[in-house]
């Protein structure tokens, strides 16, 4: 079975400085990690993914992550947020074996203050 | 607008009804998905479908739940004698499949049910 933690319900950042949403994974075999948003009254938009390759993948809007395969974790980082990066965050995983049906996280909400 | 699109995008229904929802993925894109999502949890994945085969089928979907996806194209999604534990929101995806590992998919804005 495979399972996605994310510890933070919510994250506050104020408005310029770096941050950093945390997701932590579990799954046999290779991981390949996702990060989703979800804004209000829309649909998950995808930002980035790890298949293989370098541990750090840029993604849109000026993010990124890291994966850590020792640490099982795949961060997202923002190096300077923007009060619009507010949103609901959602980390996902899956194997690939056969399935490409991914587990989500209960997702973060990311609070940027002006 | 391309995207995955959803109809309807609201129902309400009452307990023990018979409720399908229609899904039109993107147009060349042959992996089809079906999650559901509840207040305050990720998304749960259901099902999914490459081309017209249905591929796997989570431990949620009950026996009351069945997913077609007749011609490859659009999928629907039926949840029968609902009960109030269905409410939920629920999400369709899709993804090109090339034989080389997950790729990222799309989603819809969703279905959401409510079961009175």
């Known amino acids: 079975a495979q399972s996605v933690a994310q510890p933070e319900d919510q994250v506050n950042v104020a408005e310029g400085n770096p941050l950093t949403v945390k997701c932590t994974y579990s799954v046999s075999g290779n991981p390949y990690l996702f990060w989703y948003v979800q804004y209000p009254n829309r649909g998950l938009q995808f930002l980035l993914k790890?298949?293989?390759?370098?541990?750090l993948v840029k993604g849109s809007y000026g993010f990124e992550a890291e994966f850590n395969k020792s640490q099982t974790s795949f961060h997202l980082k923002k190096p300077s947020a923007l009060v619009s990066d507010s949103a609901l965050y959602f980390c996902a995983v899956t194997s690939g074996g056969g399935a490409d049906g991914l587990t989500f996280g209960k997702g973060t909400h990311l609070i940027i203050q002006p | 607008d391309t995207g995955v699109s959803q109809d309807p995008r609201h129902k309400i229904t009452k307990r023990g009804q018979n409720v399908t929802f229609r899904c039109d993925p993107i147009s060349e894109h042959n992996r089809l998905y079906w999650y559901r999502q509840t207040l305050g949890q990720g998304p749960e994945f259901l099902t999914y479908?490459?081309?017209?085969?249905?591929?796997?089928k989570s431990r949620l979907l009950s026996d009351r739940f069945s997913a077609e996806r007749p011609k490859g194209s659009f999928s629907t999604l039926e949840i029968q004698r609902t009960e109030q534990g269905d409410s939920a929101m629920y999400l369709c995806?899709?993804?090109?499949?090339?034989?080389?590992?997950?790729?990222?998919?799309?989603f819809g804005q969703g279905t959401r049910l409510t079961v009175v």
């Open positions: 479908f490459q081309n017209e085969a249905q591929l796997e």
């Open positions: 995806a899709s993804s090109v499949y090339m034989g080389t590992g997950p790729t990222e998919a799309f």
């Open positions: 790890y298949i293989t390759g370098d541990n």
